[in-house]
């Protein structure tokens, strides 16, 4: 991320905000796994792979300066939160809301690209 940021392709505000979402959400699967069952967990655990892969695609797309993909990484985030939702558990909210912030990120950046 450091790239990102010398470059100037994104803010230090904009880096750290995201790596603080992702890492909080990551935390809590780790912090909260005894609360879900077998299935629930394997969902988390596909979520936080989900996000790794989020997080090295934006590093990637953002080096190539190439923004096409960025709705791409707002659908996806869009499926997992739907996702998030269909399972109906108070211990997901939480979880959810935090990706939806993310996604709203991604969306900012898109319309800052293209104004």
């Known amino acids: 991320m450091k790239y990102l940021i010398l470059h100037g392709i994104v803010s230090y505000s904009f880096v750290f905000e995201l ?3 992702i890492n909080g959400i990551k935390d ?12 629930d ?6 979520s936080e792979a989900f996000l ?5 695609c934006l590093e990637y797309k953002l080096k190539k300066s190439d923004y096409y993909g960025l709705e791409f990484i707002v659908s ?8 998030i ?3 109906n558990d108070w211990n997901f909210r939480p979880i959810r809301n935090e990706i939806q912030e993310i996604r709203n990120y ?3 950046l ?5 104004e």
């Open 85 to 87: 939702e269909k399972l």
């Open 52 to 56: 790794n892969l989020v997080e090295r």
């Open 106 to 108: 991604f969306i900012d």
């Open 76 to 83: 996806d985030l869009e499926k997992i939160s739907k996702e």
């Open 19 to 21: 790596d603080k979402k």
């Open 110 to 114: 898109d319309r800052s690209d293209s």
């Open 28 to 39: 809590r699967y780790k912090s909260q796994k005894h609360l879900f069952n077998s299935s």
């Open 41 to 46: 967990i394997q969902f988390l655990e596909k």
